[in-house]
């Protein structure tokens, strides 16, 4: 299983990422509810959006947040600078032991334990 950020799948949506979307083919994907909501909670999104948004989201696995995340995430905010939705989609990672798939590699590549995917990079 791959844990993906956001930023993945926002481009699984746009057309010129087919080979994103192929390589998804090939992996058991799962996301983050906290990046759930980061996406599907963007204010400006349109109904369609939503709807092909939900649609891939469908057939993955969600992962709850748990308060042993929220206490990982508050530890690697102490370390250094980053985002809430940053700490807690690491924390995420760590807790279940899974590679974390992004092309924002350089926000987490600091972090011991979180193994990095950029499928944007195959």
Same mark, same amino acid.
Request: glycine content about 4%; aromatic content about 8%.
């Given at each position: 299983m791959?844990?993906?950020?956001?930023?993945?799948?926002?481009y699984l949506m746009q057309k010129e990422h087919e080979a994103l979307r192929q390589w998804l083919?090939?992996?058991?994907?799962?996301?983050?509810?906290?990046?759930?909501?980061?996406?599907?909670?963007?204010?400006?999104?349109?109904?369609?959006?939503? /709807?092909? $948004?939900?649609? *891939?989201?469908?057939?993955?696995?969600?992962?709850s947040l748990t308060a042993r995340q929220c206490e990982h995430a508050i530890n690697l905010r102490q370390q250094r600078k980053m985002s809430l939705g940053d700490a807690l989609i690491a924390a995420t990672a760590m807790d279940h032991s899974l590679p974390l798939a992004t092309r924002n590699t350089?926000?987490? /590549?600091? $972090?011991?334990? *979180?193994?990095?995917?950029?499928?944007?990079?195959?």
């Open positions: 791959i844990l993906l950020d956001s930023n993945i799948l926002i083919l090939t992996i058991e994907p799962a996301y983050s509810i906290i990046r759930k909501v980061e996406v599907l909670g963007y204010w400006n999104l349109s109904i369609a959006q939503n /709807d092909a $948004i939900a649609a *891939v989201l469908s057939p993955m696995r969600e992962i350089n926000d987490f /590549d600091w $972090i011991s334990g *979180v193994q990095l995917i950029n499928p944007m990079d195959t």
